[in-house]
């Protein structure tokens, strides 16, 4: 009987025991699953389901970005996402990439209120999506405006007659190759690039008068490609006020009802990456500095780009 008795017990303490290490495995799938969550989503686990306030960051030169064109979409159409804030810290980039992301942020603004805060830096392309906002704001010392836009390229014909190289180029008509690296510029060629880029320059004159309700004189004015000072701004009314997060959560409480307790939440400003990927990344950082080649050089078309040195 007493071997019956510690038969029983030993498989009593067994069964526990596997008991036990059946939980440990059930909370560690658990905390892998939200890992893996927290992975793809940062920010917004387990809090998804919360009313708050999403905020994106526009950081670096600007070029086509379907990521965030997907994210504006998403905080436009979340009942739960009560208010946008865009946090803009942008030389500019390419107009393009100005205008797509401009009227995403318009859009979202047909939904739910939207403000702009530029950080040290909002000019160009960078200074056109802040006018997306219902409101605009910067810090005293921010640098914004750089109203215009430029196309620049380079000819290397004198380089190739040096080292003996020619290039020979056939066209159906004679811009077709205009601009062209291996031959001067024709003046007919840089005429029709000038009506380009001016042609260009007035549709954004156009809408900063639009959005900032200004005459369009005043600001063919402004827009000579000069940066400003925050203050500078607001007194030209390129901004509507000074001031960051802080600033921007009074003016949705006082102007469009909405809760200074509602949490915030980031939106992810770029897709997740692997680890190995991030490794790697980090790595070419630290090896060759900000990046192997200017970000500039990855923009194709005219640019509205401040600084491109």
């Not at 030389?91 to 992301?101: F, H, M, R, V």
């Not at 605009?136 to 620049?152: D, H, M, P």
């Not at 060759?288 to 194709?300: A, I, M, T, V, Y």
Request: hydrophobic fraction near 45%; avoid cysteine.
């Amino acid at each position: 009987m007493t071997n019956d008795t510690d038969a029983w017990l030993e498989r009593r303490r067994l069964a526990r025991r596997l008991n036990w290490w059946r939980l440990v495995a059930v909370l560690a799938v658990v905390a892998a699953a939200l890992g893996a969550l927290y992975w793809i989503d940062p920010g917004n686990v387990i809090r998804r389901h919360q009313a708050h306030v999403a905020r994106l960051e526009i950081n670096g030169v600007i070029a086509e970005n379907d990521w965030w064109m997907e994210k504006l979409h998403e905080a436009a159409t979340d009942d739960r996402v009560k208010a946008v804030i865009i946090h803009i810290n942008s030389p500019g980039g390419s107009t393009y990439g100005g205008e797509a992301l401009f009227q995403a942020i318009r859009k979202v603004s047909e939904h739910k209120p939207v403000v702009s805060v530029i950080g040290t830096l909002g000019a160009s392309a960078g200074y056109m999506i802040a006018i997306a906002g219902d409101q605009v704001l910067a810090r005293e010392t921010s640098l914004t405006g750089s109203i215009g836009v430029l196309f620049q390229t380079a000819e290397f014909s004198k380089l190739m007659e040096k080292i003996g190289v020619s290039a020979e180029t056939i066209v159906s008509g004679p811009l077709k190759d205009q601009p062209n690296p291996t031959r001067p510029m024709s003046p007919e060629g840089r005429a029709q690039i000038q009506r380009m880029v001016q042609e260009t320059h007035t549709w954004f004159v156009k809408l900063v008068a639009e959005r900032r309700n200004l005459p369009v004189e005043t600001v063919a004015v402004l827009a000579d490609g000069r940066v400003y000072s925050g203050r500078a701004a607001l007194e030209n009314r390129l901004i509507d006020g000074l001031g960051g997060l802080a600033e921007a959560r009074d003016w949705l409480a006082r102007n469009r009802g909405i809760a200074p307790e509602l949490p915030l939440h980031d939106i992810p400003s770029e897709p997740p990456t692997g680890w190995l990927d991030g490794v790697g990344a980090g790595a070419l950082a630290t090896l060759f500095g900000k990046s192997l080649f200017s970000e500039r050089l990855k923009l194709d078309g005219l640019v509205s780009l401040w600084h491109p040195e």
